[in-house]
T-cell receptor
């Protein structure tokens, strides 16, 4: 596609439920990143994919958070047993290649609200 | 550890006035530097980037930024602000030596433009 696509754009769920957030990167981009933007804070790195592997998961806040990427394209971020502090905007970004002079391109994000 | 500081949480300027948004970073060498803009409900759009070379970089929408190594700064400027520039602006750094090329973001500066 023309840009990074994220779905859903908004998600409201009850505390304790599991949620899945989807990211469809720009076609041909091998690097994919997830960030979290909480109210009043900047963007916090969660996880990085190069192809289907995730060499850097250092930003995942707890074991309730996981992510996968299949076919070197679409990625899913899963949050299990959601808590109210998980409420945030989750942003996905992609870039053509790791370690090169290529900026990251961002999607519009998924706004997650935990009731 | 890398860090990015945007000292101004909010800035208000009149339309047609000049603008400077401050960004300071902490990093052992010269990082990759970026400015992104985020309009409400949308993702981040890249304004400009610095990797190396000329320290004054031009971006989209009439923005420019200057890298000053001695001050560890990468301030964003625009000579004449338009009402459509009202948004949140994020400075980010990338570590060119890391294996993941993840970004560290500042907490953002929200720009308000008075008619």
């Amino acid at each position: 596609g023309a840009g990074v696509s994220q779905s859903p754009s908004n998600k409201v769920t009850e505390k304790g439920k599991d949620v899945e957030l989807r990211c469809d990167p720009i076609s041909g981009h091998t690097a994919l990143y997830w960030y979290r933007q909480s109210l009043g804070q900047g963007l916090e790195f969660l996880i990085y994919f190069q192809g289907n592997s995730a060499p850097d998961k250092s930003g995942l806040p707890s074991d309730r958070f996981s992510a996968e990427r299949t076919g070197g394209s679409v990625s899913t971020l899963t949050i299990q047993r959601t808590q109210q502090e998980d409420s945030a905007v989750y942003l996905c970004a992609s870039s053509p290649e790791r370690g090169r002079n290529q900026p990251q391109h961002f999607g519009d994000g998924t706004r997650l609200s935990i009731l | 550890a890398q860090s990015v500081t945007q000292p101004d949480i909010h800035i208000t300027v009149s339309e047609g006035a000049s603008l400077e948004l401050r960004c300071n970073y902490s990093y052992g060498a010269t990082p990759y530097l970026f400015w992104y803009v985020q309009s409400p409900g949308q993702g981040l759009q890249l304004l400009l980037k610095y990797f190396s070379g000329d320290t004054l970089v031009q971006g989209i929408k009439g923005f420019e930024a200057e890298f000053k190594r001695s001050q560890s700064s990468f301030n964003l400027r625009k000579p004449s602000v338009h009402w459509s520039d009202a948004a949140e602006y994020f400075c980010a750094v990338g570590d060119p030596t890391s294996g993941t090329y993840k970004y560290i973001f500042g907490t953002g500066t929200r720009l308000k433009v008075l008619a």
